[in-house]
């Protein structure tokens, strides 16, 4: 069961939407701290105003919300952004070369997360999650949806195809990426609440954090907050994995790795690159030498528990070590650059987790590490904004 409202829309006009909104994912702090300070209107002002090095620091936060404000409504005067007349559940599809993505776009209790019936699967991040709660407490936009996996459901599928009929509000092309957004009528709206009232329980695909401040600021004030969410169906996301880059000062030989290993695992050398095509295998990239490392039995744990709770922690017993995560989406040219460039870089390339595995870890109540799915689609901040 999925609790469900629409909600008036605030999206960049026709025209600017491309050069509006921002993607994240592939965007540095730097990155958009340089677009913040451009003159062109840009999401990254309402992210990382530029604040005057000058004031105070006790006092800098208090100006940058300010600012934040100050061009949120410059924005909306400006018809820069607009805001719908009226409250509407929305539509989108994203398309790239070989696929097409689609999902609903609404607001969501955060108290059907409080009552388990949106479940999750990772860990999270406490510095990051504290600092997304401040940043939606003080700014009140909330302007990047959480991406909700729900079971496939003809009924939302047949009414996804009666809003497609129609020509979408707005339209254009960002990043080799097409995006679409339709409003859904009136008429459809109490079918649409009712067919979300059925669904069952929903996982989180992407969005831990932004969901977790959200349910901090709730309990925060007391008061039951909707957040901004887009639900696709189970069979329509695509899963790619976070391969992990280790960086130690423990100069580890591979005999010595070999030899902490081998009760539970073979290494062996390979002529090229491991890319894992099956679970219980890992490709391992260090000092310029390639390998595979197999489970030598049967294994029914997630790759991504196998590496970090069964050979990690076996290597590097108490020694400390730093743990670069890299999408499987970043060419495999620069991750093997990047464990080159690193001190004592230990490459692992792992196998993707499965949407069944993904539901089933939910389900059961445990958590992945953090970083263990890289779920597509991934939605620009600023394109569709609830404010708070």
Known sequence: MATVKAFRGIFPREGIAAD???????????????????????????LVPPVDKKAPKHLRKGISFKLIDESFKA????????????????????????????????????????????KRHEAVDLR???????????????????????????????LSKKVALNSPFLAFLKGGLEYKLWRFP?????????????????YVGDGHHRLEAVKENSLKIRKTLFFNSVYISSPDIEILGFNRLIKSEMNISIDLMMTK????????????????????????Y?????????????????????????????????DTYEIEYMSQKIP????????????????????????????????SGNLMPPKSTYVLPKFLSGLLINRI
């Open 186 to 202: 009136a008429a459809l709206e109490s079918e649409l609440v009712s067919a979300f009232k059925d669904i069952g329980n929903c």
């Open 261 to 284: 290993l081998e009760a539970n695992f073979r290494l062996s050398h390979r002529n090229s690159l491991v890319i894992p095509a099956r679970k219980g295998s890992f490709g391992v």
């Open 75 to 118: 924005f909306l005067d400006e018809g820069i952004l607009i805001e719908d007349k009226g409250d509407s559940f929305y539509y989108i599809e994203i398309q790239n070369d070989s696929r097409t993505f689609r999902g609903i776009w609404t607001l969501t209790s955060v108290q059907d997360y409080l009552d388990g019936a949106i």
């Open 332 to 363: 495999v040219e620069e991750q093997i650059e990047k464990a080159e460039d690193s001190k004592n870089g230990l490459l692992f390339f792992l196998f993707p987790v499965t949407v069944t595995e993904l539901i089933k870890v939910a389900d």
């Open 20 to 46: 509006f909104t921002l993607d994240l994912e592939n965007l540095t702090y730097s990155n958009v701290k340089t677009l913040a300070k451009e003159k062109s209107p840009s999401f990254a002002k309402l």
């Open 128 to 158: 990051r999650e504290m600092g997304l709660v401040d940043y939606i407490s003080n700014s009140g936009i909330d302007a990047n949806p959480v991406l909700l996996v729900y079971p496939r459901s003809e009924l939302l599928i047949d």
């Open 286 to 318: 260090y000092k310029k030498h390639c390998y595979e490392l197999e489970c030598s039995a049967e294994n029914s744990n997630l790759d991504v528990n196998i590496l970090h709770y069964e050979i990690l922690s076996i290597l590097f017993g108490r």
